[in-house]
DNA sequence: GGCAATTGCGTAGTTAGTACACAAAGTTAA
DNA sequence: TTAACTTTGTGTACTAACTACGCAATTGCC
């Protein structure tokens, strides 16, 4: 067995294989009882008018989660947001110009908080169920990363996060019924948040509605994060 | 706007950062009622004596997913384990040879049906709960993928690629429990696994044990892939 | 004022989870 | 051989969560 010094480790790094590393963000926001993607029209001629990730490479002592808020950031000019890391996608031939290898950082966001400071390349909100081919294996990772927000919206009250501060309970399950792609029992999705406790009555009303206008509430927040470790908790 | 051909985005690409990229296996396994993973002796002198992961850089035009499966066999001799992408870890400074990225993948195996055909670096099942500091930042890897694990576990019966053929429900319980880390309720976890109806009873007993023997069951494997789309559906 | 749409509240039945008790089967050792 | 000990196997009563519904009240619109 052959030992080697720091000084050996870092030949011997450099003789490996190294690739191109990027970083793409799917962002999604919900308006209209639509659930949206903040994409832009791609760069590259060969994916002419098709739609493209939030992507950027990562430089070279930067770190991971650094390069997606930097990306995001250079984007659209929106700070303040939480990014998680989904996946990484590394098939040999995904990008026409050579192996790159690219992380997948997802997030969900009120689209009425995060204006568009930044207008480039079409920038916009794409509606989700919409979107056919995209540039790159893109379309592949929004699907991926929207099976993941399936999955975290069902264990965490994350859908919060995509509404304005103040909504109906119709808003709140349109949310999770677009989300979800199913439809449910409007008198058991609203016992099942009133149980929950975390929504405050503001004590205002929908306006302009042409029926009876719903109650209009707020999230809250801090009772939220005194609560999550009963989400994360171990119920076997 | 400029657009760019097929060349030019070669040529983009080509200027762009490049890092090494590795892949480390978390390969967990039970024995004698304790969680195990399986591991080396560093090769790294500064990390003499201390255990690292199974891990290495990923060639040229390789699949990620590929890459984690060659690692594996080539060093332990293992083929037909199924392994997840679990986490990307790319802090600048992880590793002493230079920024090195890697892709961690996990995987549950029953220790008696893989035997270790490779004996290189004392490669060994190595007490989970026993583990200090490692090599690099693998301690951290380890503990992210049993974080991982104990999620998996409570959404999907995926202890029982852990376990032998044969199993009581004892052995099973130990597993969930140390899996897990909690004691459980004996007569409440029998009747949950019962009522999944996945257990097939085998008529045989426990032999060698000084009490009362239990029954042997074995896994369903064929039902559970039928059923398994009710572990993945909605049940908002 | 009547119709359509939608809100807000409630109830009954089922399913899943929790907290317990106790007899039966085997081992060990006086 | 039998009493003490350990562990298995089954059951019951209680509680919490989820499902499938019914119906009156409020608003806009004609």
């Given at each position: 067995?052959?030992?080697?010094?720091?000084?050996a480790?870092?030949?011997?790094?450099?003789?490996y294989p190294?690739?191109p590393?990027?970083?793409?963000?799917?962002?999604f926001?919900?308006?209209?009882?639509?659930?949206?993607?903040?994409?832009?029209?791609?760069?590259?001629?060969?994916?002419?008018?098709k739609?493209?990730?939030l992507?950027d490479?990562?430089?070279?002592?930067?770190?991971?989660?650094?390069a997606?808020?930097?990306?995001?950031?250079?984007?659209?000019?929106?700070?303040n947001v939480?990014?998680?890391?989904?996946?990484?996608?590394?098939?040999?031939d995904?990008?026409?110009?050579?192996?790159?290898?690219?992380?997948?950082?997802?997030?969900?966001?009120?689209?009425?908080?995060?204006?568009?400071?930044i207008?480039?390349?079409?920038?916009?909100?794409?509606?989700?169920?919409?979107?056919?081919?995209?540039?790159?294996?893109?379309k592949?990772?929004?699907?991926e990363?929207?099976?993941w927000?399936?999955?975290?919206?069902?264990?965490?009250?994350?859908?919060?996060?995509?509404?304005?501060d103040?909504?109906?309970?119709?808003?709140?399950q349109?949310?999770?019924?677009?989300?979800?792609?199913?439809?449910?029992?409007?008198?058991?999705?609203?016992?099942?948040?009133?149980?929950?406790?975390?929504l405050?009555?503001?004590n205002?009303?929908?306006?302009?509605?042409?029926?009876r206008?719903?109650?209009?509430?707020?999230?809250?927040?801090?009772k939220?994060?005194?609560?999550?470790?009963?989400?994360?908790?171990?119920?076997?």
């Open positions: 067995m052959k030992k080697n010094s720091v000084k480790v870092h030949s011997l790094v450099d003789t190294k690739v590393l990027t970083v793409d963000c799917v962002i926001g919900f308006e209209e009882s639509k659930l949206k993607v903040l994409l832009i029209k791609s760069d590259l001629s060969i994916y002419q008018g739609l493209s990730l992507g490479f990562v430089k070279n002592n930067e770190d991971l989660d650094d997606a808020y930097r990306i995001l950031k250079e984007r659209t000019g929106m700070t939480f990014l998680d890391q989904v996946k990484v996608f590394g098939k040999p995904r990008h026409p110009g050579g192996r790159v290898i690219t992380i997948a950082y997802c997030s969900l966001l009120n689209i009425q908080h995060h204006a568009l400071n207008h480039e390349n079409e920038l916009d909100w794409y509606d989700y169920e919409s979107l056919e081919d995209m540039a790159f294996d893109h592949q990772i929004v699907d990363c929207h099976s927000l399936q999955k975290r919206i069902q264990e965490h009250p994350l859908g919060f996060n995509l509404l304005p103040k909504f109906s309970l119709r808003e709140l349109n949310l999770y019924e677009a989300i979800l792609g199913v439809s449910l029992d409007r008198r058991n999705f609203r016992k099942k948040f009133a149980s929950m406790d975390l405050i009555d503001t205002e009303m929908e306006q302009d509605v042409s029926h206008p719903g109650k209009l509430y707020q999230f809250n927040f801090t939220y994060e005194k609560k999550k470790r009963k989400w994360i908790g171990i119920d076997f």
